[in-house]
């Protein structure tokens, strides 16, 4: 049901935009801590929350140009660019360093303005999550959740702003995904396209820009991103791995099918076409010289196929966990096997190797032993 004073047409103004959504909020009479790994998870959630303003050091002076020049392997969109700049007739043909390194910075920007969106829409799916879950010790989850990624949110637009001077609009694909997913009544479906799903992605994605980016302020502020997002991707398997023990076979196979959809297609995978618009380049007149670019290196669509391992490596193992692999007579198992999916079945446990994602814990622990050993050498 809508609300009176809210148009159905979502967009208000370029700023605001409202998301109709429609999940009965379910207060519990239940406070027992009945679930163990979760009252686990929820202290160690607590107890490893950082502070945005002094556990980075903001007085860093980036060079944009130099984030680019130093990062140990190039972006796959800049080197693709390099290589159809070697075709004969192609716009990039003429770009000299200056130009590919502007784009550099504007496919930094393009993509750190993304997770800077995705990060917004997680903390408002994990505030849904304390809304509509039914289990006090998930809605006191998800609450921690939301401070996290309010401090993701923070820090990416606080890097962006401040440190690349502009950020790009989210792009339409990740703006449906996460309307689609707080649309839904459903409580699990929060979960599923967001702490399974997205959060695979985005720890995918932190994840292959933190082993190549040497900028100090830069791989810090992953680090510790990536510390909490490897807690909610394990939030988002233990609660539905339960949940999911329930429901019929029908009622399954519409979250098989969810899977399905966000994995077999790579819709999230294409170029934003701000990028192309805002570094000057004609996207028409280099089309031609890109695609030669690409099938010359034998890479064809697999020009993200690192990104693309990292992102199944998280994805499929979950989605054993919570048994949709198998459910429906292996509906999942057979899809994802004529996809060649189930490779991955095993392959990176974020349910449980949380803890050795925790670099907050880690970096504390070795500032006290770093303390202790100054003590002790000052005592002497
Ligand atoms: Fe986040
Ligand atoms: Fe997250």
Known sequence: MSHPSLPEEAQVDATIKHII??????????????????????????RSQWDSVNDLDWSTDVDPEKLVQTTSQPHPTLELVRAAAEVKGSPFAKWTEKEFTKLGIEIYMAQLSQFMHGEQGAMMAAAKIVEVVPWIDAKYYAATQTMDEARHTEVFSRYLFEKLGDAYSINPYLETQITTLMEDGRWDITYLGMQVIIESLA??????????????????LLRYVLADEARHVAFGVLSLREYY??????????RQEYLAENTLNSRNRVVDPQLWERAGVDIVAALPSLREAASKQGRGRNVYAAF????????VPNARKI???????????????????????????????????????QDRAAAAAGDLGGQQTGGR
């Open 21 to 46: 959504d429609h999940a009965p909020r379910t207060f519990v009479n239940d406070y027992e801590r009945a679930r163990t790994e979760l009252v686990t998870l929820y202290n160690k959630g607590v």
């Open 203 to 220: 720890l995918a994605a932190f994840g292959s820009l933190l082993d190549t980016v040497e900028e100090p302020l830069l791989q810090k």
């Open 245 to 254: 023990q329930e429901l019929t076979d029908a009622e399954l196979k519409d």
């Open 308 to 315: 693309n391992r990292g992102f199944l490596s998280k994805l």
């Open 323 to 361: 048994g949709l692999i198998d459910a429906n007579d292996g509906y999942l198992r057979r899809l994802w096997g004529e996809a060649g999916l189930l490779k991955f079945e095993f392959a990176d446990d974020t349910a449980s190797d949380y803890e050795t994602y925790d670099f907050v814990a």
